[in-house]
């Protein structure tokens, strides 16, 4: 999953401008007060967490299992956490 997350960060980094980028370290915030992220950066680094996962993993996750779990999520570390806890039973 480190590298599912790797690649959405990296797509999601391309349209941020320079100032808002993340830094792909498991302490690097991506919700409250800390981060730098708007909520439509979120959306748009879910979305690319869940196409990365289709393609890459052969797995399905939906929006409303990301934002279920939101609370789950404040940190890098966090969400690689909640990917691999979902997933652990999967192939791949």
């Not at 599912?4 to 999601?12: C, E, F």
């Not at 401008?17 to 302490?27: G, T, W």
């Not at 439509?40 to 797995?59: A, S, Y």
């Not at 996750?61 to 890098?76: S, V």
Request: hydrophobic residues 35%; positive net charge.
């Amino acid at each position: 999953m480190d590298e599912v997350v790797k690649k959405s960060i990296d797509k999601l980094n391309e349209i941020l401008p320079k100032k808002k980028r993340l830094i792909n370290e498991d302490s690097t915030h991506l919700i409250g007060s800390k981060s730098n992220l708007e909520s439509i950066d979120l959306v748009n680094l879910f979305i690319n967490i869940e196409q990365n996962i289709k393609k890459e993993k052969n797995l399905s996750l939906t929006f409303d299992d990301i934002t279920n779990n939101i609370d789950r999520l404040k940190t890098i570390g966090s969400l690689k956490s909640y990917l691999k806890d979902k997933f652990k039973n999967e192939k791949k």
